[in-house]
């Protein structure tokens, strides 16, 4: 270890400015850094490693940070000179972060065993950038660590030459895991027959039935439940098998949301029966069948995550409950108030309800939402205790045992705790989907999550790029540059009372048979499209560069590259021209 590495200062630093050092063990190119929980007694706030982080304004390099779900990218940060900012957000997709001085590089790895903020903070033209902890006795705080469990603060910082850039640190951290065996290359999950066809063909998600999101009725009974919309029953999803087999589109994944009893987020944990006004469980069972018969995968969505008081299988004891002892009550959706499932029960849930499920008869990638777009909350329950580090040993439990009824397993999101187990996430972020952010410390977006994950699993990169065909062509070239699977969803736009429908506000549909016939030519033209593309899908993206001039290239694990042109303008790459938006392979 070089003496300017064994020389670095590695501490932390209170709310009230007092400084606690870590611990150093050295491994491989760096140190794994240790706080022992005994230290954190009485702490309100500990903002981790600002020393390491510290850097004038005007000298060369950068910090990367991991996007949040309201992010389009990850956020790089160059050390210009700016005014006085401070910029905190929480739930970063990744646990980690990338630092490049003048003197040095360096990769800080956060264990993920709780939920932490990340702030930039410019004071004087002087940077520093830390992970930040927050140990609070406010019991409204979910998120907050209980003050009578603590664990160890547990970094490693992993450190590379001078001049290193973020790509380094991004393939870094996939090698590190693959190493340790916390996750699971492409190839190797492509063994399995539905990930190796989901890999090769597009994905249809179809929005078959759902009451008004929000509910109206906050507290639901058989009584005062509200009308469910029918907008495709069984015998339309073989309607639309059809017209793809019409049309010539030679494969796909449908997937079958809202299909179970009052639709999409209409009863859960409940599931069953399938909605008797879209067919019942003898219409599921001839759906599945039918489309399997054409040729095509198909999957269903579950969910194990919300809880609403009109289940038949609702309980209490199912419910986590907060640090005050309340019960956590999060998001008011179809069926009215949902309550957030403790991790524990999730898993007696999912062993109750999929096995019956995985006699049906689908053979595409099981889809449990939520699960992993974020990290477990902890659940304070006597009864069943569960920790974030718990909640994220649960979680992929879940998964496993789910991928083993199925053959495969795809969620709503992409959280790097999830991937071992995870196939497919529908979007590494919502983007722009909900809002715009004003990020005071963003001067680029970069694809960080995508250059370490590229190869580990598939996703869909953006909210805004499901339906990315009718999309806005930067979108359409998002999916390409990003190594996005095609993803399409039929009546994505379901929420009412002027709620924000995130993957956009044009839709695909299949009311009319003009509708179906329209749907189904994007699926194809997207599919024809990224037949050039999907070969790439077990490979690693090696190097991402960004270009003054609009043109991005990603380079991959063969030795191949996609070069896109992000202007408004004709670009040019290795002598070629780019139209604005388009791209070339090479």
């Not at 956060?110 to 702030?119: H, W």
């Not at 520093?128 to 160890?152: C, G, I, M, Q």
């Not at 970094?155 to 340790?180: C, H, M, P, S, W």
């Not at 017209?243 to 999409?264: C, F, M, P, T």
Request: aromatic share 14%.
């Amino acid at each position: 270890m070089s003496i300017l590495y064994e020389n670095l200062i590695f501490d932390a630093v209170d709310e009230n400015g007092k400084v606690y050092f870590f611990e150093k063990t050295p491994i491989t190119n760096g140190y794994k850094l240790t706080l022992k929980k005994e230290t954190l007694s009485g702490i309100e706030k500990l903002y981790i490693l600002p020393t390491l982080s510290k850097v004038n304004a005007g000298e060369e390099g950068y910090y990367v940070s991991s996007r949040n779900l309201d992010m389009t990218g990850d956020i790089q940060t160059f050390f210009k000179p700016r005014k006085d900012v401070k910029f905190i957000y929480n739930r970063p997709i990744q646990s980690v972060y990338f630092i490049k001085k003048p003197d040095f590089s360096c990769l800080v790895r956060i264990k993920r065993d709780r939920q932490y903020f990340l702030e930039t903070i410019v004071k004087d033209n002087v940077y520093t950038f830390t992970p930040l902890y927050v140990f609070t006795d406010n019991p409204e705080d979910v998120y907050a660590p209980n003050s009578t469990n603590y664990t160890d603060v547990v970094l490693e910082v992993i450190f590379f030459d001078k001049g290193t850039d973020y790509n380094v640190g991004a393939t870094t951290e996939r090698e590190l895991r693959l190493d340790r065996n916390e996750i699971t290359t492409l190839s190797d999950k492509c063994k399995r027959p539905a990930v190796e066809y989901a890999k090769n063909y597009p994905l249809i998600r179809i929005r078959m039935g759902w009451k008004p999101s929000p509910s109206p009725v906050l507290h639901q009974t058989l009584e005062t439940e509200p009308e469910m919309h029918v907008a495709c029953d069984f015998n339309r999803v073989c309607d639309i098998a059809d017209e793809l087999k019409r049309q010539g589109v030679d494969g796909a994944e449908l997937q079958l949301v809202g299909w179970n009893i009052s639709g999409h987020d209409g009863r859960y944990p409940q599931i069953f029966p399938a909605d008797p006004r879209l067919g019942g469980n003898d219409g599921l069972k001839k759906c599945i069948d039918y489309v399997k018969s054409l040729g095509y995968k198909i999957s269903t969505h579950t969910n194990l995550i919300d809880a609403t008081e009109i289940a038949d299988v609702f309980t209490w004891d199912d419910i986590g409950v907060m640090r005050n002892g309340s019960y956590h009550q999060a998001g008011l959706y179809s069926g009215g108030l949902s309550y957030r499932v403790c991790p524990i029960k999730q898993l007696k849930n999912n062993r109750r309800d999929l096995p019956y499920l995985a006699t049906f008869g689908e053979d595409g990638l099981h889809f449990t939402d939520v699960i992993s777009i974020s990290l477990p909350d902890p659940c304070y329950s006597k009864d069943h205790p569960c920790s974030t580090e718990d909640g994220i040993k649960l979680i992929n439990q879940i998964m496993g045992e789910t991928s083993d009824l199925f053959g495969g397993f795809s969620s709503e999101g992409c959280c790097d705790y999830a991937l071992k187990y995870l196939d497919y996430g529908l979007y590494t972020s919502f983007g722009e989907g909900f809002k715009k952010l004003d990020i005071p410390v963003l001067d680029n977006y970069v694809p960080f999550y995508e250059v370490t994950y590229h190869g580990i699993l598939m996703y869909n990169p953006l909210a805004d790029t499901v339906n990315y065909p009718i999309k806005h062509k930067k979108f359409q070239l998002d999916l390409v540059m990003r190594g996005g699977r095609p993803s399409y969803y039929i009546f994505s736009k379901f929420r009412t009372g002027g709620e924000s429908n995130w993957m956009g506000e044009i839709d695909l549909l299949a009311t009319t048979d003009d509708d179906l016939r329209f749907t189904v030519s994007q699926v194809k033209k997207g599919l024809e499209e990224y037949k050039k593309l999907r070969d790439k899908q077990t490979l690693f993206i090696i190097d991402y560069k960004i270009f003054d001039d609009g043109i991005h290239v990603a380079y991959y694990s063969d030795g191949s590259f996609i070069a896109g042109n992000y202007s408004e303008s004709v670009g040019m790459f290795n002598g070629k021209k780019i139209p604005p938006f388009g791209y070339i392979i090479g």
